[in-house]
């Protein structure tokens, strides 16, 4: 199986800053990424597909990229509505796999 | 309106078992391989299974946890996806998310939600 590894378990900042999360899979998955965002109490939401693609919907300040085993979700200018868990996730080969998760709080 | 509705969550006791539904509604279920992803209180995502379309003849996926015990199924004519549980365990506990899975080329993600049934596994 392909781990996922996220990088940091939890991050800190302030509305405004700039801040990038880390995503690395044991093997090479090209660009078989995704990158989810996830509040309390609700399901998912797909932010980023193929390790850079913009889902439709989804605020500019947010990129992806990476390609092979590592990969970032850049968040530009951090909005209150940011604050959340964001989840990264492979789909190379079976079984797909999350990353383990990355807290993002209000500083 | 375009949605995901699962039901038949509850509490079942290690060793029992209990089969989730998925309605779909709003666009055209048989058309897309629908998932199954789990997530235990405090916890972080987990993918269950999947089960393809007609022309991939409904085949299904498992993640190791789960293989041998989780059976996933669909019925298109009732835009319908059960899970069927049997042999629970304790860690089995979490809410069960009915999802559909886009299909664009490369790109192969998640991109619609139920809002989850919660199992809980106790005695």
């Known amino acids: 199986d392909i781990q996922m590894t996220q990088s940091p378990s939890t991050l800190s900042a302030f509305v405004g800053d700039r801040v990038s999360i880390t995503c690395r899979a044991s093997?090479?998955?090209?660009?078989?990424l995704a990158w989810y965002q996830q509040k309390p109490g609700k399901a998912p939401k797909v932010l980023i597909s193929?390790?850079?693609s913009l889902q439709s919907g989804v605020p500019s300040r947010f990129s992806g990229s990476g390609s092979g085993t590592e990969f970032t979700l850049t968040i530009n200018s951090l909005q209150p509505d940011d604050f959340a868990s964001y989840y990264c996730q492979q789909y190379s080969s079976y079984p797909v796999t999350f990353g383990q998760g990355t807290r993002l709080e209000i500083k | 309106e375009v949605q995901l509705l699962e039901s038949g969550g509850g509490l079942v006791q290690p060793g029992g078992s209990l089969r989730l539904s998925c309605a779909a509604s709003g666009f055209t279920f048989s058309d897309h391989y629908m998932d199954w992803v789990r997530q235990a209180p405090r916890k972080g995502l987990e993918w269950v299974g999947r089960i393809r379309k007609k022309t991939n003849d409904y085949t299904t996926e498992y993640a190791a946890s789960v293989k041998g015990r989780f059976s996933i199924s669909r019925d298109d004519s009732r835009n319908s996806m059960s899970l069927q549980m049997n042999n629970l365990k304790t860690e089995d506990t979490a809410v069960y998310y009915c999802?559909?899975?886009?299909?664009?080329?490369?790109?192969?993600?998640?991109?619609?939600w139920g809002r989850g049934a919660l199992v809980t596994v106790s005695s």
């Open positions: 093997q090479s998955i090209t660009t078989s």
């Open positions: 999802v559909r899975v886009f299909n664009g080329g490369s790109q192969w993600h998640l991109d619609l």
């Open positions: 193929k390790a850079s």
